[in-house]
């Protein structure tokens, strides 16, 4: 199954802005999230195709998930 991802703000540090990637089918968010080194403390916001989704969402092909980091300053 294909999925574009997109990263945001510190995210995209040595992982770029867009990335296309295959995942097997079954896999929740967290796991896809996981593998690429992104902890469930580093999401502050997630979408799936533009939606609120949850880490513990099933994806589907095709499909885009953003995923934003929290804000820091003040």
Do not use: C, Q, W
Request: aromatic content about 4%; proline content about 4%.
């Amino acid at each position: 199954m294909n999925l574009t991802i997109r990263l945001f703000a510190t995210l995209r540090e040595n992982r770029g802005k867009i990335l296309d990637v295959e995942v097997s089918d079954g896999e929740t968010i967290r796991t896809i999230l996981g593998s690429m080194g992104i902890m469930e403390e580093d999401v502050a916001i997630l979408l799936r195709n533009g939606r609120d989704a949850s880490l513990d969402d099933f994806p589907e092909d095709k499909d885009t998930l953003s995923v934003f980091p929290p804000v820091g300053g003040g």
